[in-house]
Structure formats: C-alpha cells, structure tokens
C-alpha cells in the first residue's frame, strides 16, 4: 500500500461522512436532553437536591448497566432510588414515545458527560430493551 492509496477519494468521503454523522448524533443527544430531561435533572445534570437525583457523576449509573438506564427511560420510575448517597422519591414519568435513536443519543449524552464513564447506547440496544420489556 503508498501513501497514494491512503488518500482515495472514496475513503476521504467516507471518514467526512463518518465525522459528521457523529458530530449529529452528540448534537442530538444534547438537544434531545434538553428537550425531555433537563427540566427536572438540569442543564448541566446536577438534578434538584431533595426533588430530581443528579446524573452528573451519578452514582446510579456506575452501578447499574445500560440496560436498566434504558429501562428507565422507557418505563420511568418511582419510589426512592439512592444517588450519591441522597435518596429521592419523586416520579419520573417514561419517554416510550421517543424514537429508539433518540433514547439512544439521550444515553449516550448522559454518560459521555456530566463526568460520567463514557460509553455509547446504540439504537438496537433501546430496541432490545423495548422488545424485551413489552414496551412500544
């Protein structure tokens, strides 16, 4: 392989098409957050002491899988749940209605921010969940 072959036109396009979509999808995830989930949990995800739980370094999320997280926004909550050593008890109500992609760049926003361990949710992971739990 020389250094010609590195620089095809078609590879070129693809790694720009592959930039963008990903610099899409964390715009989403951010608006998508905004939209459905910063009212209660903030902005910046430090939640309402006493009233929302933080997802900015939450305990919560270190301690759980990906799976619950998702089934979370797909079925809500409520009842006490403990994060960062405060327990809460309000409802959260679920956000079935958004897309598998959304929920996915919801999650993905979550944990790559916020100081949180990164990771990306994919849409087939919310899919899963979704089926698995009955919830359209």
Same mark, same amino acid.
């Given at each position: ?10 590879? +070129? %396009?693809?790694?720009?098409?592959? @930039?963008?979509? =990903? !610099?899409?999808? /964390? ?6 957050? *905004? ?19 933080? +997802? %900015?370094?939450?305990?919560?999320? @270190?301690?759980? =899988? !990906?799976?619950? /997280? ?6 809500? *909550? ?19 209605? +958004? ?5 996915? @760049? ?31």
């Amino acid at each position: 392989m020389n250094a010609k072959s590195l620089f095809h036109p078609m590879a +070129l %396009a693809g790694a720009l098409l592959f @930039a963008a979509t =990903s !610099v899409a999808s /964390a715009a989403d995830g951010q608006a998508a957050y *905004l939209a459905n989930c910063a009212a209660c949990h903030q902005p910046d995800g430090k939640g309402l002491k006493g009233a929302f739980p933080p +997802l %900015a370094q939450s305990s919560w999320l @270190a301690e759980h =899988s !990906v799976d619950d /997280a998702i089934g979370i926004l797909l079925k809500g *909550l409520s009842g006490p749940v403990q994060v960062n050593g405060d327990t809460y008890n309000s409802v959260m109500p679920p956000v079935a209605h +958004l897309s598998d992609a959304d929920i996915a @760049a919801i999650l993905t926003h979550v944990y790559s921010n916020f100081g949180n361990q990164a990771q990306t949710v994919t849409p087939a992971q919310v899919a899963a969940v979704r089926n698995a739990a009955g919830t359209k």
